[in-house]
């Protein structure tokens, strides 16, 4: 077990450097086009470029500006933002945060909401509950996030009049105008979350020790809560956990759409803006974040799953 | 068992069909049944005949679809399908329990033992947590599973396959039902555990007086643990009887054809051979008019046999119980179990074939653990096959016998090139191929060295039609090269495995298993082998398929003088068709000789052990019980000593521990890997007393007095 | 037993075609997978015959703002779904709209299924180094959130249509790799496989020939549900705009080049959001559909 915690902590910082190199290679070097044209734009000069390449450093030799570059992130000095004229650091902070709260949020009504809906469609496979549950995931699976986003706006906002229209937060922490950037991630991810999660009871319902449980004559309660779901919620807690890793993309859109001042939002600016050094921090933030979920989510089912544990 | 007291179960005229979307299917059409306290029943019959349905049903629990349309069963005087759905639940587990097929399946894996073995008694009556688990460790005790507390804390992955199923039959009867069902219990074990658990079961009802119905395909394991008999076949109860009136003299003609399927420990292949039962079980809605059995019957007659369906009968002049469906038992003259059927030759012996000599495999595994990495030890070896030592001529036919994890497999895959032996030579026909992988060999050599492999039901690519996959192993062998000349072979060989020419067309889900089987002996036979490598291949299959499948290989083999290479399990069939056996454990070759000196005293006491272990369908021959005590030691960890002597029965001290033992050999081509000095081995009585002529009649004469 | 077959058997495409549409016959069992079937049948035709059925030139401006149903003053013709704020009228930008999308999304769902499948092959059945290395790369991939990782893409290479075929690609076929690579892992164990290595045929025959075709249930499963992610990861860039440059229609950026003026106008951002929803909606009930019909077999 030991083992295992130190094998997958190894390869998360192995999965770190990599990256890291892929994001030097990518946006840092010549290899994808000159980065002085994109921050200066195209109709800068080559004295302007060359200048700005001195400024920063880009004549050093390339293993050298890496080890540089990789250090400083380390140290938490994550340059200069271009686009909000100020360290990194001081702006992606707050915005993470926000999403931070926004997650939360959407986490705290979608999993259970998923997670029950899902062990009743599952515990009676076939019938009207799980065939509703199911048509109305996959409805909602189908509509992406802009799309309910215009929806839920049309609704609420415009007809309704009951939810601001966006959600910039100018006044202070409203949490009305949380509702409707969580509503979307709510809607969309639920779908899948509870669909999982009933293919995994159902799974488990038709397997022989069930058969047994039942058999042996246990109430049908202890049959489920100590049977059943022991087994069943493996999986849906890896799922779930992977979401974290979903939750980051689909904040860009919903932070997008209702100018709320989170990180996915920030991570669009930069590219958006040819932000060189937020882009790297922001990129290197999420996937660090992603690969801890992963991590955690792969020790978890380690964990919870005695088959393994034991072995 | 006591005839006086009122009976504990009564299915009477029980008809249960399934209701899906094609429609009705009626998987049990008649049957009654009556279980006295104390009695062990047992239900025999080959798959679709509606047993585990019967079981099913007796448990209330046929899934969404199931229903029972007629008929009744009362359980101690209660009819179960009038009880709600608490009063069964009440009844379930404490008043009738049920063993399952598969132990590990049964077991929930995230539980521990204890808390799956608590939870019965717990739940039905009103003790204290303390009691239950003092009851629980006493009966995991009581069948005889060493060390009840640390099995009480494991969880079911940790147990082996025996000791699951000693679990799970601790489980049933923890809160002391009358009823216990058992539905093929043994089928997934090895045949020397399942000996334990059959003994185990044979004694739970002397023990408890709790009453058994066995169900099982295996009328040797019937016979072993059963006190009446009720043969199934399509959905109904064809005969019924004692164990001794049934198994001497069967009156259905269904019942003497599986009699005639199972192989005798009298015949051998050339004197008697298998008599398997012609045309196929029909399909529930197929089902003929009148006797179900009518087309497959020998003894068919028009105008009788095909008009009504009928009841069973009582039989004349023999048991009260004995009871029959057949109109025409009287007139038909079965006669007693004797070998008879036609003469086949013997073939003769040929040249040497196979030279296997001092080989080894051993496979390594990393250990990435950090206590490996500590010690050193980061390489450790499977030791799947230890030094083998054999050969085989033209056309004889050598068994590799062995159970789970001896290392046959492994040896059937260097042979076959999908491995490279560690050390030592395989010769076949004089050239080393245990270096050489498949795709390194000509092709000639390639199909003149193929297999028949295990599982009928992916031993074809479900994608391709059968004349395409046929057709392609022909190319590739090089038999043929011009399209009408492979299209003419794959017609041939249809002709031989004896399937209509139209199958060419078929996708292997429309065939049968015993069909696809006969296809997979088709594509082995398609290059003219020397030698045919068969892995097992009629274990998955019913007894009278079996049959069939297994007169086929031996009809081809004599034919085209192959070499057969056999594995199996099954000592019985073994014994039939082999003429020379080798017995493996745990990757070692303990025994081997011609079939007459493996079923002959000096045995190998794994050999013995082994022998005392197959079920024999025949209530006149009588065995030696020989039980194994002991855990199958892990390949990665054998012992330093002899393999076998963890669980030795004849173990003689710490030599069998520590050193390897001697190969001593017998007679030219019998050799035994023991340290028990050979006169010793000589002295024991043989295992398997197979009564003469005289003698039966003799025992018959006293018996009907 | 012999029946009277001599001749043989004749091969041919036209056999498989009429084997293909024949199973598409068996979609009639499942309701759902019909409702799905032909939603994604409409608008493949209404993408095919485009020219035909729009009534306007999607990108020329005739007349701003105008409602759905009115009519157009200076040509002739009615605005069945409105204008937007350019004037171009919406229907015929949402019906040449549906051609973009079934171009890319198919080629950029072909091409990462490709390159998946070859790779989730060889890690599966050969297993050892090969699975190592394909494996951790996977991993690796799959660590990004997938938009990150779509927009470190774009930024890098920028944005066009086979910009967006290419980072479609890389960003899905480690997660159709997977797939494959297990469904490799519990097909390499069959006997008809261990046959074909008996008969000493090469690795990629077996893996092609032998493997691959008892894998198709799962992945034609798989390939509907990620036609419509794929058509979800359109419609999203184009949203934020990084998707395909202007002025080719394009839903989602139909949506994001009118949101402002959502409050007035919704019109303008409802219509391409019921559009590109219903095609998603197609692949996925088409997809259930297929599962539950594979599941029945």
């Known amino acids: 077990m030991v083992t295992l915690i130190a094998k997958r902590f190894g390869f998360m910082v192995f999965t770190m450097i990599v990256v890291s190199l892929i994001l030097f290679i990518l946006l840092e070097t010549d290899l994808t086009g000159d980065p002085a044209i994109r921050v200066l734009g195209q109709f800068s000069n080559e004295e302007q470029r060359e200048l700005w390449r001195e400024q920063h450093g880009y004549n050093q030799p390339m293993l050298l500006r890496y080890v540089k570059w990789l250090g400083n992130f380390a140290t938490g000095d994550l340059g200069e933002s271009i686009r909000f004229k100020g360290p990194v650091a001081d702006v992606m902070l707050p915005r993470l945060w926000n999403t931070a709260v926004l997650g939360f949020w959407t986490f705290a009504i979608m999993i259970p909401l998923s997670l029950i809906l899902g062990v009743l469609s599952g515990m009676k496979e076939g019938s009207k509950l799980d065939r509703s549950i199911s048509i109305f995931g996959i409805l909602t699976t189908s509509v992406p996030e802009f799309a309910s986003a215009v929806i839920f706006s049309a609704l609420f906002v415009f007809t309704l009049k009951w939810l601001p229209g966006t959600s910039s937060m100018s006044g202070g922490f409203e949490f009305k105008q949380l509702v409707l950037p969580a509503l979307v991630l709510i809607v969309y991810d639920f779908g899948y979350v509870a669909r999982m999660t009933r293919a995994s009871m159902a799974e488990v319902m038709t397997s022989q020790y069930i058969r047994t449980a039942i058999l042996k004559g246990l109430p049908y309660k202890s049959v489920i809560l100590k049977h059943a779901l022991r087994n069943a919620l493996i999986a849906p807690f890896t799922v779930i956990m992977l979401q974290i890793n979903w939750l980051l993309s689909g904040v860009i859109v919903v932070e997008f759409f209702f100018a709320y001042k989170g990180f996915g939002a920030l991570i669009l600016e930069a590219s958006l803006n040819n932000d060189i050094a937020l882009l790297e921090a922001c990129a290197m933030v999420a996937v660090c974040v992603a690969v801890t979920t992963q991590t955690l989510a792969d020790i978890g089912y380690t964990f919870l799953n005695p088959r393994i544990r034991f072995s | ?705 | 037993m012999t029946t009277a077959i001599t001749e043989m058997p004749k091969a041919g495409y036209g056999a498989a075609l009429i084997r293909g549409l024949k199973s598409f016959a068996l979609l009639r069992e499942s309701w759902v997978g019909m409702v799905g079937a032909f939603l994604v049948i409409f608008w493949v035709l209404v993408a095919l015959f485009a020219p035909l059925l729009a009534p306007f030139d999607p990108n020329s401006s005739i007349q701003p703002f105008a409602k759905p149903g009115a009519e157009a003053l200076t040509t002739g013709g009615t605005f069945w779904l409105g204008t937007d704020h350019i004037g171009r009228d919406i229907l015929s930008r949402i019906i040449w709209g549906s051609r973009t999308v079934l171009i890319y999304a198919p080629l950029a769902t072909l091409s990462a299924y490709t390159v998946g499948i070859l790779m989730g092959l060889a890690a599966g059945y050969r297993g050892g180094w090969v699975d190592d290395v394909l494996s951790r790369i996977a991993d690796i991939i799959l660590s990004f959130p997938v938009l990150v990782l779509y927009i470190i893409i774009i930024a890098t290479i920028g944005a066009s249509g086979i910009n967006i075929i290419i980072a479609i690609t890389f960003a899905s076929s480690p997660g159709i790799m997977r797939i494959v690579r297990g469904l490799v892992l519990d097909l390499r164990n069959r006997d008809y496989v261990a046959a074909a290595q008996t008969r000493g045929e090469s690795d990629w025959r077996v893996m092609l020939v032998e493997i691959l075709p008892n894998a198709r249930g799962p992945l034609i499963v798989d390939a509907c549900l990620r036609l419509g992610y794929v058509i979800i990861t359109i419609g999203v860039l184009g949203f934020l705009g990084l998707g395909l440059p202007p002025p080719d229609p394009d839903w989602g950026g139909m949506v994001n080049e009118t949101r402002q003026m959502a409050m007035a106008f919704p019109h303008m951002t409802l219509f391409p959001c019921i559009a590109i929803s219903s095609l998603i909606l197609g692949f996925n009930l088409l997809a259930d559909g297929l599962r539950e019909i594979s599941l029945r077999d």
């Open chain 2, 1 to 705: 068992m006591n005839t006086d007291q009122e009976p504990i179960l009564v299915c009477k005229d029980l008809c249960i069909s399934y209701y899906t979307r094609a429609g009705e299917i009626p998987a049990v059409v008649d049957f009654s049944l009556t279980v006295l306290p104390g009695e062990t029943i047992g239900i025999v019959g080959e798959s679709g005949c509606g047993k585990s349905t019967v079981a099913m049903a007796i448990m209330q629990h046929m899934g969404a679809n199931g229903g029972i349309k007629s008929g009744s069963i009362t359980f101690k005087g209660r009819d179960l399908t009038q009880l709600t759905d608490d009063e069964l639940r009440d009844i379930r587990g404490s008043e009738v329990a049920m063993i399952y097929q598969e132990p590990f399946a049964s077991l929930n894996p995230s539980l521990k033992i204890s808390t799956q073995l608590m939870e019965v008694p717990l739940a039905h009556e009103d003790i204290s947590t303390e009691e239950a688990r003092k009851r629980a460790l006493q009966m995991l005790a009581d069948v005889k599973l060493p060390d009840p507390e640390r099995i009480m804390e494991a969880y079911p992955h940790q147990l082996s396959g025996g000791q699951q199923q000693r679990v799970v039959i601790a489980m049933g009867l923890l809160s002391n039902p009358s009823l216990l069902l058992l539905d093929e219990p043994t089928t997934a074990l090895d045949v020397t555990v399942e000996a334990g658990i059959v003994k185990l079961v044979a004694d739970i009802s002397k023990k408890y007086g709790t009453s058994q119905i066995y169900i099982s395909h295996n009328l040797g394991l019937i016979l072993e643990t059963c006190d009446r008999v009720f043969v199934m076949y399509s959905g109904e109860v064809v005969e019924e009887g004692t164990i001794d009136s049934l198994f001497t003299w069967p009156r259905h003609p269904y019942t003497h054809g599986l009699f005639a399927c199972i192989p005798l420990p009298t015949a051998d292949k050339h004197a008697a051979p298998l008599k398997p039962i012609r045309g196929q079980l029909p399909l529930p809605f197929e089902r003929p008019q009148g006797c179900y059995y009518h087309p497959r019957c020998d003894h068919f007659e028009e105008g009788l046999c095909d008009v009504d369906h009928f009841k069973m009968e009582h039989v004349e002049n023999s048991a009260p119980d004995h009871r029959v469906r057949c109109l025409r038992y009287k007139d038909i003259n079965i006669g007693h179990q004797t070998g008879e059927g036609e003469q086949k030759e013997v073939l003769e012996l040929g040249d040497r074939v196979l030279n296997v000599d001092k080989m080894k495999k051993y496979y390594e595994v990393r250990d990435n653990s950090l206590k490996a990495l500590i010690s050193g030890k980061r390489i450790r070896y499977v030791k799947a096959n230890e030094e083998l030592n054999f050969t085989a001529h033209e056309g004889e036919t050598v068994a590799i016998v062995g159970e789970s994890g001896c290392g046959k497999s492994t040896f059937a895959k260097v042979l076959m090139g999908l491995e490279k032996s560690t050390e030592g030579e395989v010769r076949h026909l004089g050239k080393d191929i245990s270096g050489i992988a498949v795709r390194d060999r000509s092709p000639e050599e390639v199909a003149s060295l193929q297999m028949v492999f295990q599982n009928p039901f992916d031993t074809l690519n479900p994608s391709h039609s059968i004349g395409g996959q046929i057709s392609r192993v022909i190319k590739k062998f090089g038999v043929e090269t011009d399209k009408t000349k492979v299209f003419n072979r794959v017609m041939q060989l249809l002709d031989i495995v004896k399937l209509p020419r139209d199958f060419y067309f078929r996708k292997p889900r429309q065939l049968s298993g015993g069909q696809k089987q006969r296809i997979g002996i088709a594509r082995a036979f398609a290059g003219n082998p020397s030698m045919v490598i068969a892995d097992e291949p009629v274990s998955a299959l019913d007894v009278s398929v079996a049959a069939a499948v297994t007169e086929l290989l031996m009809d081809i083999q004599r034919e085209h003088k192959t070499t057969l290479l056999f594995i199996s399990h099954d000592l019985s069939v073994v014994r039939y068709l082999s003429d020379r056996i080798v017995v493996m454990y745990l990757g070692h070759i303990l025994e081997r000789g011609t079939t007459e000196q493996i079923f002959a005293p000096p045995y190998q006491p794994y050999t013995e052990a082994l022998l005392s272990a197959v079920p024999i369908a025949d209530p006149e021959v009588t065995k030696r019980e020989i039980v194994l005590e002991g855990n199958l030691p892990s390949a990665m960890n054998p012992p330093k000593g002899c393999p076998f002597c963890t669980r030795c029965h004849r173990k003689i001290g710490e030599i069998c521990d520590n050193e390897p033992p001697p190969e001593q050999i017998v007679a030219d081509r019998h050799v035994i890997k023991c340290h028990i000095p050979l006169e010793e081995l000589k002295q024991v009585e043989h295992v398997i007393h197979v009564p003469s002529e005289s003698e039966r009649l003799h025992a018959r004469a006293n018996r009907d007095a």
